[in-house]
């Protein structure tokens, strides 16, 4: 008989007790990946729509806490792309609408010039792409259109205003393909901000950090009011607040989750310490040393707490595809979580276990074996 | 020298005391008391006379209030790992067995082996071996609650033999059995000490086991009022 297979044993003979805090580290491992997955995703996916397209800058406007209020002029674009260094400059307007009809909540809607070189990024699948006087044209992503159920010639209404279907695109990127595209100027006049942007995508000749840094200065020059403000897509990305709101909440809703874990584990391992208490007595007696005993209640904890933590990283997978397939929030939630979260989930289960299991070890190894043989 | 042992002290006890925390009981008053290696010791006497808590104190499973116990010439108290004497000197066995209901009879013997460094299928043989020697081998896959009290007993008589001790000590052993499994622990225990010429000290209520040792200690209100060699049984 191995070591493991003694602390295994010791599991199994309290089944439902095992069950129970296996399943409380489960759904706290489980809560911990889902939504620090979908959030870490969720950013992931936003720079990716940048990345991907070699996009360097994000000019928006300053001390604008929701980027989805910039308002820049639409002229600016042309400033910028006078610059020496600027490869191309893409304008748009951002807004985000809820059909609540047909129970899509949360979808991305840009308005591009008809000219915007992201149209030639965009992978038509079914269709074709805007072009100039589309003013009731509308592009629809591929899971979009899905969830919609519409194609090519179909009508949409936003804004109480019918829009045609002209074409639907498939990109790399899961919010793209969950969002809709209309030219620049319809959409302005929807949302009554002629003549805006909310901002300015960059793509430069050169990508190194000096020359994005040097040419954000030079950009934010344009503006002598100073109510333009020019940062690495990033930066852009990671200080956009709906993702810091994202991030914020899952971390509070995990820490919430892991405390509870961590309760659940420390009310398991105490009482099985403390049911043990003549048992751990007589593995003094026969000659145990402190440190095994030490290393039994921790390996035990372990054990529970890893194999919690898998379920619930398995849960927490198939949550989230179940959960990225369903109308109402494709498009928003990817449904791949990063392996990165999946070891944070698995580090966190271990931390989880070590914890609950660090009083009730110290308690056990401090037993004397005669008081402990006593104990009824 | 002990007439049933050999020339080596084992165990040596100078002037022991134990008042238990409530300060109401003194549980020992200054007990003497010599144990040569290969001895066979009963110790008896009525509930309360302190029996048990000498055998504790011999086993290093507790500390005195005053007064030594030496193992070997070594006094306990100077012994940096008690809990090493006891895995690798002191074989212990209790009233009520206490064997592990979720582990084999093998698989029990095996506990006091994680302290050794035998391998695990070292400490399957050995484990085989030690039950063959208490008449046990045929049980050992059966768990706890498949034997028979004595065969739960004879069970945690070959795991008190897990790393070949030196000594002994078995605290009411028969309690719990009827007269036949008792006998068959007593006729075990003289085995072992015929055989393996190992030092047995053993605490017993009844006086016809206790006068099978070689030597009887007498004890009462944790006072050592006789101690004297028995003739041969």
């Not at chain 1, 809560?31 to 928006?60: C, P």
């Amino acid at each position: 008989m191995r070591f493991y297979t003694f602390v295994l044993k010791n599991l199994i003979r309290r089944r439902v007790r095992t069950a129970l805090t296996m399943l409380g580290i489960a759904v706290a491992v489980g809560a911990v990946v889902a939504l620090v997955g979908v959030s870490s995703g969720f950013e992931r996916s936003f720079l990716e729509l940048y990345e991907k397209r070699q996009v360097d800058i994000i000019v928006s406007r300053k001390g604008l806490m929701d980027r989805l209020t910039s308002g820049l002029d639409e002229n600016f674009g042309k400033k910028i792309a006078g610059l020496p260094g600027v490869k191309a400059v893409a304008t748009g307007l951002l807004d985000f609408v809820s059909l609540e009809k047909l129970g899509i909540f949360g979808v991305m809607v840009q308005g591009w010039p008809d000219d915007c070189f992201m149209f030639d990024e965009l992978g038509i699948v079914d269709g074709r792409r805007l072009r100039k006087g589309d003013d009731r044209g509308i592009l629809l992503g591929k899971v979009l259109a899905t969830n919609l159920n519409k194609k090519p010639g179909d009508k949409l209404v936003l804004f109480d205003e019918e829009f045609t279907v002209v074409g639907v695109y498939q990109t790399f990127n899961v919010y793209e393909n969950g969002s809709m595209i209309t030219l620049l100027a319809p959409l302005q006049k929807l949302m009554g901000r002629e003549k805006q942007i909310t901002g300015c995508t960059v793509v430069l000749e050169q990508h190194d950090r000096p020359t994005i840094d040097q040419m954000c200065l030079k950009i934010d020059a344009l503006d002598p009011a100073g109510k333009t403000k020019a940062m690495p897509y990033e930066e852009y990305v990671r200080s956009t607040s709906q993702i810091k709101a994202a991030q914020a909440m899952a971390w509070m809703t995990s820490v919430l989750a892991l405390i509870i874990g961590t309760v659940g584990m420390l009310n398991t391992m105490v009482m099985s310490v403390f049911e043990r208490t003549r048992e751990i007595g007589i593995l003094r007696a026969i000659g145990w040393r402190r440190s095994r005993v030490v290393r039994m209640i921790l390996l035990e904890a372990i054990l529970l707490s890893m194999t919690g933590g898998l379920v619930g990283t398995l849960a927490a997978i198939g949550l989230t595809r179940f959960l990225s397939s369903r109308p109402s929030v494709a498009g928003m939630i990817g449904g791949q979580i990063d392996p990165r979260v999946i070891l944070q989930g698995f580090g966190i289960a271990l931390l989880v276990g070590l914890i609950g299991a660090a009083y009730p070890a110290y308690r056990a190894a401090r037993l004397m074996p005669t008081e402990a043989i006593r104990h009824e | 020298m002990s007439d049933s042992g050999s020339n080596t002290v084992l165990l040596r006890t100078e002037n022991l005391c134990k008042v238990y925390p409530d300060g109401a009981v003194n549980a020992l008053v200054e007990v003497s008391l010599t144990i040569h290696q290969g001895e066979y010791v009963a110790i008896m006497g009525p509930s309360g006379s302190g029996k048990s808590t000498l055998l504790n104190l011999l086993g290093a499973l507790d500390a005195p209030t005053s007064g030594e116990v030496y193992f070997l010439g070594e006094p306990l108290s100077a012994v940096c790992s008690l809990d090493r004497l006891r895995s690798q000197k002191v074989g212990f066995v209790f009233q009520s067995f206490y064997l592990l209901p979720v582990l084999t009879a093998a698989e029990n013997v095996q506990v006091p082996m994680f302290e050794t460094s035998l391998s695990a299928s070292a400490r399957v043989k050995k484990a085989i071996e030690l039950l063959g020697i208490v008449g046990l081998q045929h049980r050992a896959r059966h768990l706890p609650g498949q034997l028979s009290v004595g065969e739960r007993q004879r069970a945690a008589v070959a795991r008190a033999l897990a790393n070949d001790p030196i000594l002994l000590l078995a605290d009411e052993p028969t309690g719990n059995l009827d007269s036949l499994s008792a006998e068959g622990i007593f006729d075990l225990f003289a085995k072992l000490h015929r055989e393996r010429g190992m030092t047995i000290v053993l605490v017993t209520h009844d006086p016809e086991f206790g006068h099978r040792a070689k030597r009887l200690v007498q004890m009462r209100d944790g006072h050592v009022i006789s101690d004297g060699v028995l003739p041969p049984h």
